[in-house]
């Protein structure tokens, strides 16, 4: 039985523009700077991407970086069919569309090994911009999004160690789970959930489940495997956005983990995952807002705008266009534009 999806009305798109505003000022850098470096960014991905929607560099033929693209613009505002990178936006849809694969109801195709970081991406982007879109490229959501769904919740019941049960990890039908694609997934499903899709309460509650086990209880970081300490630092602010999103908001391990957080993000420039650290890192401190955020966030501003290229990208790791969208979606997590990451709106209330 095919599963429906409510997808959002289009009036939903006038909002985004309506409600964006310029973030509070941080720093040496005003409000117009942090925008003309947002700006920045997204005129290079608009100028590189290719007349399909791919993109140049490792993994832009995937559809995993279209997406991401389509959510740095939308992140800003920008919305599918505007006049302003209207047909950019078009374009990443069209290309993640045409990736995937009706058959095996996959995304992933294109890069069997990490197949399952491109299907969840790809799967979150179309979620969060359904509604928005021409009745021609919705319908053809309407068609994608429940099998992709289903998709992704099959692997999660995957049979598994105690250890990996309710996590993902590379395709779907492996038995172990990591931290890194198993956020992914669960960001995906919750945006499903949000627009009405048929997600089950007790998949997200066993995702978070999975995401608590991943916890060095130490120092309170969270890690890409449990028992061990891999990429703390560039997934400990993945952790307190996973469980933040998903209404446990000032847990207590949330809170211990960005006390780690505060202690080390100054070493994510030399991180080799940096851009993909930055990206969590802001969004899991904006969810718990305060002094942690405000000061994190003015140093991301500092230390990131002075890296930012001449062409508007950041040429970190091997992929500029994909180093480039996950920072600006780090640099507008005020603007509050995606729905995926709307937070507790009494946070930092006076």
Same mark, same amino acid.
């Given at each position: 039985?095919?599963?429906?999806?409510?997808?959002?009305?289009?009036?939903?798109?006038?909002?985004?523009?309506?409600?964006?505003?310029?973030?509070?000022?941080?720093?040496?850098?005003?409000?117009?700077?942090?925008?003309?470096? /947002?700006?920045?960014?997204?005129?290079?991905?608009? $100028? +590189?991407?290719? @007349?399909?929607?791919?993109?140049? *560099? #490792?993994?832009? %033929?995937?559809?995993?970086?279209?997406?991401?693209?389509?959510?740095?613009?939308?992140?800003?505002?920008?919305?599918?069919?505007?006049?302003?990178?209207?047909?950019? /936006?078009?374009?990443?849809?069209?290309?993640?569309? $045409? +990736?995937?694969? @009706?058959?095996?109801?996959?995304? *992933? #195709?294109?890069? %069997?090994?990490?197949?399952?970081?491109?299907?969840?991406?790809?799967?979150?982007?179309?979620?969060?911009?359904?509604?928005?879109?021409?009745?021609?490229?919705?319908?053809?959501?309407?068609?994608?999004?429940?099998?992709?769904?289903?998709?992704?919740?099959?692997?999660?019941?995957?049979? #598994?160690?105690?250890?990996?049960?309710?996590?993902?990890?590379?395709?779907?039908?492996?038995?172990?789970?990591?931290?890194?694609?198993?956020?992914?997934?669960?960001?995906?499903?919750?945006?499903?959930?949000?627009?009405?899709?048929?997600?089950?309460?007790?998949?997200?509650?066993?995702?978070?489940?999975?995401?608590?086990?991943?916890?060095?209880?130490?120092?309170?970081?969270?890690?890409?495997?449990?028992?061990?300490?891999?990429?703390?630092?560039?997934?400990?602010?993945?952790?307190?956005?996973?469980?933040?999103?998903?209404?446990?908001?000032?847990?207590?391990?949330?809170?211990?983990?960005?006390?780690?957080?505060?202690?080390?993000?100054?070493?994510?420039?030399?991180?080799?995952?940096?851009?993909?650290?930055?990206?969590?890192?802001?969004?899991?401190?904006?969810?718990?807002?305060?002094?942690?955020?405000?000061?994190?966030?003015?140093?991301?501003?500092?230390?990131?705008?002075?890296?930012?290229?001449?062409?508007?990208?950041?040429?970190?790791?091997?992929?500029?266009?994909?180093?480039?969208?996950?920072?600006?979606?780090?640099?507008?997590?005020?603007?509050?534009?995606?729905?995926?990451?709307?937070?507790?709106?009494?946070?930092?209330?006076?």
């Amino acid at each position: 039985m095919k599963h429906a999806i409510r997808f959002r009305t289009l009036a939903a798109a006038a909002l985004l523009l309506a409600a964006a505003a310029a973030a509070p000022a941080q720093g040496v850098y005003s409000d117009e700077e942090i925008d003309e470096s /947002i700006e920045a960014g997204l005129a290079y991905l608009s $100028s +590189v991407q290719r @007349p399909d929607g791919s993109f140049p *560099g #490792k993994y832009g %033929e995937t559809g995993a970086i279209s997406a991401l693209a389509g959510m740095a613009f939308l992140a800003k505002g920008y919305t599918p069919g505007g006049e302003k990178y209207g047909d950019a /936006i078009d374009r990443c849809i069209d290309f993640v569309v $045409s +990736v995937y694969d @009706p058959p095996s109801k996959y995304f *992933g #195709k294109r890069l %069997e090994g990490s197949g399952m970081y491109v299907h969840s991406i790809c799967t979150l982007f179309l979620s969060e911009i359904s509604g928005m879109v021409d009745p021609e490229r919705q319908a053809k959501f309407d068609e994608i999004l429940p099998d992709a769904v289903r998709l992704l919740l099959d692997a999660q019941n995957v049979r #598994k160690g105690e250890r990996d049960a309710g996590g993902w990890r590379y395709r779907p039908l492996s038995n172990d789970s990591d931290m890194s694609c198993s956020g992914w997934c669960l960001m995906a499903l919750r945006s499903a959930s949000l627009n009405g899709g048929q997600v089950p309460k007790e998949s997200i509650e066993k995702a978070v489940e999975y995401v608590r086990k991943q916890r060095n209880p130490g120092e309170g970081s969270f890690v890409y495997q449990g028992g061990g300490n891999g990429s703390a630092r560039t997934l400990t602010g993945a952790g307190i956005l996973y469980l933040e999103l998903c209404g446990r908001h000032n847990d207590e391990m949330s809170l211990k983990a960005a006390r780690y957080l505060m202690r080390v993000y100054k070493e994510l420039p030399a991180d080799g995952n940096r851009s993909y650290g930055m990206y969590y890192a802001a969004q899991g401190l904006f969810q718990l807002g305060g002094e942690n955020w405000k000061v994190f966030s003015d140093w991301m501003y500092r230390t990131w705008i002075p890296r930012q290229k001449s062409d508007g990208s950041w040429s970190e790791e091997e992929s500029p266009a994909y180093a480039t969208s996950l920072l600006v979606l780090a640099f507008t997590v005020p603007y509050r534009q995606l729905p995926i990451y709307q937070r507790d709106e009494t946070v930092d209330e006076d």
